[in-house]
């Protein structure tokens, strides 16, 4: 009798442990990219994808689906609508679609911070300025200040906001036209005259600035920089000679930067740079499957294929699964009352943004 | 330069290359023929394949596609005046009359020959400017480009039939509709009410295709025989339209060069292309009168614009990394997917690519108008079949092709209602074109317009080059006017005609409560947020004021239709299969929806068997369901999939 017992016992436990090994094989996984066809995160999430599905056990199909819409709110939406738990539906996200929910926008009816998160993607910009100023390096500065400079942004609540409260914190009097759709139609501008600050993301700076830079018509002045392990902002490697914000910050104000801007800005830049990209899965999916996913995308990164590869197609910016990514996460999306509603107050003072 | 352009030559036709470039025509000789899909669709389904192809292959298969879409667009907008792209609205004015009148061949073919030419006059342009395109792009900035919506402004004037009120005002309403969304200077939400969905604004695709495909549709379903009503023989015409391009090559030559021109400046929007060349055409010509009633340079001036656009888009995207219009966005993409990053470290290391680019762009045009030539005869037969049959996948493919702008059933909703009101334009002779112009320079306008501001001050008109742009506005304008006759007024109207109570008066006060809406909308916005479409409503309003009250004349030429009540009720006798769709759709999903329609109409108004109806109906469906495997797609569902699970494609 007890040995029967045993055994079906024995025989309960094998199923449960079987029934608990992930396994993929001849389904097909959905990637949701809430922007359209072409853009960054669309190739973010299309490079990855066939590595993704290599990595998942089973090997299942990983299919990119752009639903844009909203400034990626729409997708965002769908994806918070997702309860069946079948870890076969990822949502790669990016800064886009991540500030509207910081800046509590009437469109916003997700929470990414109820999301297990499995990668998260960083990248990094750099600013530069016109040589007309007389500006040739940090100990220039002065030569900025006092002058009325012109800046190219999308609008106040895009990433540009990271730029334009940089430059509000350093003191600097930016103006900044509104409407440009893009980094590159405001670079177009610089070249043109027209714009005389700038900053773009380090794919565009690299290749671009470069030769501006190099032809002797744009002047570096800082590089956003990346966030470490702790979430502390270290200087960028793509750039090393390039101060972070941080370091500049302190090179102009002789202290390091803190207070309720500066804690807006850490949040904002994290979401907007640090952890732009993050890929996460519904809510309340199994702790088996997210583990799943994570291994799998620690499996990507460490491949030789990846390290052949990755920094061509996604700069040499950390790639952080498990334990980093959530701490990314958490970066992003970490915003005290008091900033945020100091962040609410200067867009609307600043720039007319009504919430 | 030259060495790079002969072994680019030769790399096209090594190995696989080329076969990749036929792929990409074929794809976009299918993509250009259903309506609303363009560029953008054909990228999103290559996209997955293109990740580890060799770069020349993959370039050649893209380019194949982009280039040939200007022209297989064409078919649609000819045989059922459906536009098949954007860019290929203003053919409809023109080549769907002539398709009416029996023609459709001359007008296809007179179409294929000037797209042809027009693209292979972008192709040359690319080659010959690329390298020196740089400082004419940096040279057009924001107050040139304002200045330049201006110009495209000005054909609404040229567009207006025999009533500039109507157009003006059309035009308001465009424009208005255009400032839908998010303000570009201060983000704030404009004229949404509340709705998630009109916070992304309307998109020129549900306009476009409700402005013409809806109201067509509606007037021939009235008429229920097919689209062709004369009994000419088809095929004969292919060599008649050649001629007509062949003689008209003046005409395709200038408007290459406007569609180069628009192309190479990003920022103008391509869906205006057309237009501008449309208008350039009928200012310049000394006998107006044809147009709008199968006039061939109405075919050939936008189908000659819109492909060579596609070469001078080409020049921003590579040079800058800055699309000219959304299909290049995506392009741009699949270029940094094979490693080839735009910029002008590409034209001075590696000319090659771009040369490629450019002789695949020669290729798939020649390619691709061969291709069309070749199948457009029969498929002008289109025009032949009973409109019991045709109607239904013309109503199939407009929903599907509305359906794709945000992929949400409110696409089709909104299709609907703005169906209607354009229905009504075309009863009561409002220019549907004016609304479109306004509609997509809406943005170009408002946008450059601030940023001129802001960086110039109001000095920027003074500016030498806008100064010229302005001139070159005033000449066009006066082109225009030249030869134009304002017709004698017939009717007797008084002003309490408006208030008896019938379709038209209802109709204007719509128009009139829009404008008071869009005035008081406004106000609720920062000066910035609010100035432009303040000024335009205010303008409008106080117009529409004068007209309807204080001038005889205008009066009468605004109450003045020539649709009888009996007309207008069987127009939307007519539009009630297209709500009945959408209920249907509303209800059961699309693939049932469309299996009950499809039944319904052809029961209703053909005598085919029941067997031969279903077997017409599972034509339509598979295509729609080939459509949607490629392309990921989900088809809207209804209220019954959220009460039962049905496998897909009933989801």
């Not at chain 2, 004015?93 to 023609?103: M, V």
């Amino acid at each position: 009798m007890f040995k029967k017992f045993l055994a079906i016992v024995a025989a309960l436990m094998m199923s449960m442990t079987s029934s608990f090994a992930v396994d993929f094989s001849g389904k097909t996984v959905t990637w949701l990219v809430p922007f359209g066809a072409g853009g960054g995160s669309d190739k973010w999430a299309r490079y990855y994808a066939p590595m993704l599905s290599k990595a998942l056990p089973g090997n299942p199909t990983v299919v990119v689906q752009n639903c844009p819409g909203g400034s990626g709110t729409k997708c965002s939406n769908q994806f918070a609508q997702i309860k069946n738990g079948d870890g076969l539906t990822i949502l790669g996200d990016s800064g886009s679609s991540k500030f509207p929910f910081l800046l509590d926008d009437k469109r916003v009816q997700y929470n990414p911070t109820k999301w297990p998160v499995v990668l998260s993607s960083a990248t990094g910009g750099g600013a530069y300025v016109t040589p007309k100023t007389g500006y040739k390096t940090s100990a220039d500065f002065k030569k900025l200040q006092g002058k009325k400079l012109k800046y190219g942004a999308q609008g106040a609540t895009s990433l540009d906001l990271i730029a334009l409260l940089a430059f509000d914190m350093l003191g600097l009097q930016v103006d900044a036209v509104m409407g440009y759709k893009g980094r590159g139609p405001a670079r177009v501008a610089f070249e043109r005259g027209e714009m005389t600050i700038d900053y773009q993301t380090s794919s565009a700076y690299l290749k671009v600035n470069q030769t501006l830079v190099k032809d002797g018509k744009a002047v570096p002045l800082f590089a956003w920089g990346i966030l470490d392990e702790s979430g502390n902002i270290v200087r960028d490697p793509t750039f090393p000679n390039l101060p972070s914000f941080v370091e500049y910050y302190e090179s102009v104000h002789g202290k390091k930067p803190k207070g309720p801007a500066w804690s807006a800005w850490k949040t904002f830049f994290a979401s907007g740079f640090g952890g732009q990209k993050m890929v996460y899965l519904p809510e309340g999916t199994s702790a088996d499957i997210v583990k799943t996913y994570a291994d799998a995308f620690a499996k990507v990164v460490a491949s030789d294929e990846f390290k052949k590869t990755s920094s061509k197609r996604l700069g040499k910016y950390p790639q952080a699964t498990g334990k980093a990514a959530v701490a990314a996460q958490k970066e992003a999306f970490t915003i005290d009352a008091k900033s945020k509603a100091w962040i609410k107050n200067h867009l609307s003072k600043n720039y007319g943004v009504k919430f | 330069m030259l060495d790079s352009l002969i072994s680019a030559f030769t790399l096209i036709f090594s190995g696989e290359h080329f076969l990749f470039l036929l792929f990409g025509v074929v794809m976009g000789i299918f993509i250009g023929i259903l309506p609303g899909l363009g560029g953008i669709v054909g990228f999103s389904i290559l996209m997955p394949f293109i990740y580890g192809m060799d770069p020349v292959s993959a370039l050649a298969m893209l380019i194949g596609l982009i280039a040939v879409i200007p022209t297989s667009d064409t078919f649609t907008s000819v045989l059922m005046g459906i536009p098949g792209s954007s860019a290929s609205q203003a053919t409809v004015l023109d080549g769907f009359t002539l398709a009416k009148q029996g023609q459709a061949a001359r007008a296809l073919s007179a179409a294929f020959s000037a797209s042809l030419f027009g693209g292979l006059f972008g192709a040359c342009v690319l080659t010959l400017i690329v390298v020196i395109a740089k400082p004419i792009i940096l040279f057009f900035g924001s107050s040139e480009l304002f200045m330049l919506g201006i110009l495209g402004i000005s054909m609404v004037g040229v567009l207006s039939g025999d009533s500039f009120v109507k157009g003006f005002l059309a035009c308001g309403i465009g424009l208005l509709l255009g400032t839908m969304g998010s303000a570009p200077a201060t983000g704030e939400w404009r004229l949404t009410f509340g709705s998630y969905y009109l916070f992304d604004g309307l998109k020129v695709v549900t306009i476009g295709l409700a402005a013409f495909a809806i109201p067509e549709i509606c007037d021939l379903l009235r008429k229920n025989k097919t689209i062709a009503t004369k009994d000419e023989p088809i095929g004969k015409g292919w060599l008649k339209g050649l001629m007509d391009t062949l003689r008209e090559k003046w005409i395709v030559i200038r408007c290459a060069g406007i569609g180069t021109l628009v192309g190479i400046l990003p920022g103008l929007g391509g869906s205006v292309v057309d237009w501008i060349a449309y208008g350039h055409v009928v200012q310049t010509s000394k006998d107006k009168s044809n147009f709008g009633k199968g006039d061939i340079r109405g075919v050939i001036a936008p189908e000659s614009a819109n492909n060579a656009k596609e070469g001078g888009g080409l020049v921003p995207t590579i040079l800058f990394g800055i699309p000219g219009s959304g299909s290049m966005a995506v392009f741009l993409g699949g270029l940094t997917l094979l490693g080839i990053e735009p910029g002008p470290a590409l034209i001075e290391e590696d000319l090659q690519f771009t040369y490629v680019m450019v002789w695949s762009l020669a290729l798939a045009n020649v390619i691709g108008a061969g291709m069309c030539f070749a199948i457009s005869s029969k498929v002008a037969k289109i025009t032949t079949i009973p409109y019991g049959v045709l109607a239904p996948f013309m109503i199939m493919i407009i929903c599907f092709a509305a359906f794709q702008v945000t992929r949400s059933i409110y696409d089709l909703y909104i299709l609907i209602i703005l169906g209607a009101f354009c229905t009504l334009m075309k009863s009561y002779n409002w220019p549907r074109p004016a609304l479109l112009i306004g509609f997509v320079l809406s943005d170009t306008l408002e946008t450059y317009l601030y940023q001129a501001v802001q960086i110039y001050d109001w000095n920027f008109l003074t500016r030498t080059s806008v100064i010229i742009i302005f001139i070159i506005t005033l000449i066009s304008i006066f082109l225009g006017m030249r030869t134009k006759k304002e017709k004698t007024v017939v009717h007797n109207v008084k002003i309490s005609d408006l208030f008896k109570f019938n379709l038209e008066t209802v109709y204007l006060g719509i128009i009139y409560l829009f404008f008071g809406i869009t005035v008081y909308d406004s106000f609720t916005h920062n000066f910035l947020g609010g100035v432009f479409p303040g000024g335009i409503s205010i303008i409008m309003f106080v117009t529409m004021t004068y007209t309807l009250f204080f001038n005889q004349r205008w009066l009468s030429k605004a109450l003045n239709s020539s649709y009888s009540l009996e007309d207008t009720k069987d127009m939307f006798y007519a539009f009630s299969w297209i709500i009945f769709l959408v209920l249907l759709v509303t209800f059961f999903g699309f693939i049932i929806g469309i299996v009950i329609l499809f039944v319904s109409v052809m029961k209703n108004k053909t005598n085919l068997s029941l067997l031969k109806i279903l077997l017409i109906t599972s034509g339509g469906i598979v295509l729609m369901l080939v459509l949607s495997y490629f392309m990921v797609l989900d088809f809207p569902s209804g209220l019954l999939q959220e009460y039962v699970k049905l496998p897909w494609p009933f989801k």
